[in-house]
């Protein structure tokens, strides 16, 4: 027995007997589950009241707990657990939403926190779905046709880069603490079986299409050999320097795979790369490029339509108003008032993001070109970014002790607009322009990345209150946190038309998750662990986790080309039940109720 651990024992004991000498005791009916405290297993006891005083005398056993535990003690006692205890603490993120549960409230107002947390969860998800859809997914076709990309090239770069930063970043986060490696693999495989089979079942409800067979073969084929590799890694219990450098290789030969057959089959086809926008898609089953990309609906035009106007006559003033201005009023007029009410509640956030973020768009007069307003988002974007970036960590440092990053970022991007604004004119485009598409499509990942992170803590707040292991955490809250991107964008995209584009983005970007995920994070931990990066297993979860997500692969190669390569309505449902099905039985797995 160490003796950190007997002398939290008789700290333990003295704050018992301190207790017992000025209160009664009480039944047996008020005392609490057994709690793992500094590797002793303790009763919490009702009367033990745990005070900032109290919890100071062993602080270095708390360091050890963790902070599900919360939960077996009396409610008074648990902000002073949650402050004193390491585990509890966020790593990134801008509100520590468990201390403000158990804190900012009394114990028995925390379901009305909880429930306000839900509301705020929501407009978060408001936050990403509205993001995707009006800037993100205009500048990836931005891209796309500038660089005259194939939509499964884009597919399986851009927008899997961009829907995987938060898993790689969640990855990356939990592979660096031996006692969170569990939620990361949880998180990859939750998400792997979320998006093949929720994502894709979206994509099919949204608008059913017929599947280009070649490109889905080899995605899934690609997707099980990284499946199968990393259920090696479990298997084994460890990775070492060269399988993670392994997962990194076969991405980048994935890559390339699609690189070269897009090439290969235009050249078949004998077609050259025409505009993403100005021409209609076909569905024929096995081709690799498809001429369009993305097209913004048309009910939604009038409702931007102060911001696609072009009228030479107009001061930069008016057009800088106008741009800003989210609100089209013939269409309010028409609207009924729940819409209205719906529309005064994302009006903040169209605002921040007209206000940030540019949108280059081929569809629209002048590709979208608004002097004034992309002049100041090159400024106002820039500086929320990198104060929106690891929290604002990057944006508050000071450069010499004495200049803070967000200060020269903020003189450097003034100058900057004033530069592009006094070289360019209202009435035309510059010859640059493509390059506030990139421009654009980075400020919405920073964004969508940092809306992310505060959805998965805030989560990860909800599955400690609710008692959920790191696992269970991963393959749900977690998963569902980092995936809602996904489910956004893809499902935006296949509305839109191009439902093609959406599966190539739903494989490349869980491919680009699976193997980055684990192949990056490892690297950046083998210098911290000889080479070599222990994984432990969490039993039967863990199998259940990787038996699923096999399946779900095997069935969609299977049943797919079976179909004729049609993605249906009745497939797509069918795939969601199995979603369904596959977290009943992992609960029912995390209580104990399945078991081996």
Known sequence: ????????????????????DSREPTGAAESYPLVN?????????????????????????????????VVHLNGSQWCSFVKATEDCR???????????????????????AIVLYAVWLIYLFMFLGITAEKFFCPNLAAI???????????????LALGNGAPDLFSAMAAFSDARTASLAIGALFGAGIFVTTVVAGGVGLARPFTVASRPFLRDVTFYMAAVFWAFLVIYFGSIDLAQALGYLALYAVYVLVVI???????????QPQTSLYNNHPEINGNDDE??????????????????IESEESRSTKSILLDSLNPIDIQKWRRKHLPWKIFKCLKLPIEFLLLLCIPVVDFDQDDHNWKRPL????????????ILAFKSGYYGLLLIRGQYPVWAVVLVITIVLAAVIFFTTKNEAPPKFHCVFAFIGFFFSIVLINSVAIEIVNLLHAFGIIFNLSNTVLGLTLLAWGNSIGDLFSDITVARQGYPRMAIAACFGGIIFNMLFGIGLSALIQMPYNNNILEIKCDGLLDWILVGSLGLSLVMSFILIPLQGFKFTRLYSIILVSYYVMFVIIALLTEAEIIHI
């Open 1 to 20: 027995m160490k003796t950190r651990d007997l002398a939290v024992i008789c700290c333990l004991l003295w704050l018992g007997t301190a207790q017992c």
């Open 37 to 69: 405290v500094g590797g002793i297993i303790e009763p919490y006891s009702s009367e033990n009241t745990f005070n900032a005083s109290s919890l100071s005398l062993f602080e270095g056993a708390s360091r050890s707990m963790e902070c599900r535990n």
């Open 90 to 112: 966020i790593g990134s993120g801008f509100i520590d939403y468990l201390q403000g549960a158990v804190c900012g409230f009394c114990h028995d107002l925390l379901p009305l």
């Open 144 to 158: 796309a046709t500038s660089l005259k990309l194939s939509h499964n090239v884009a597919g399986v770069t851009f």
């Open 260 to 270: 070269i057959s897009s090439v290969i089959y235009q050249k078949g086809k004998n």
């Open 290 to 307: 498809i001429p369009t990309l993305i097209r913004r609906p048309l009910e939604d035009t009038s409702e931007y339509q102060s911001l």
């Open 374 to 385: 992309n002049c100041l988002q090159i400024v106002t974007g820039s500086l929320v970014c």
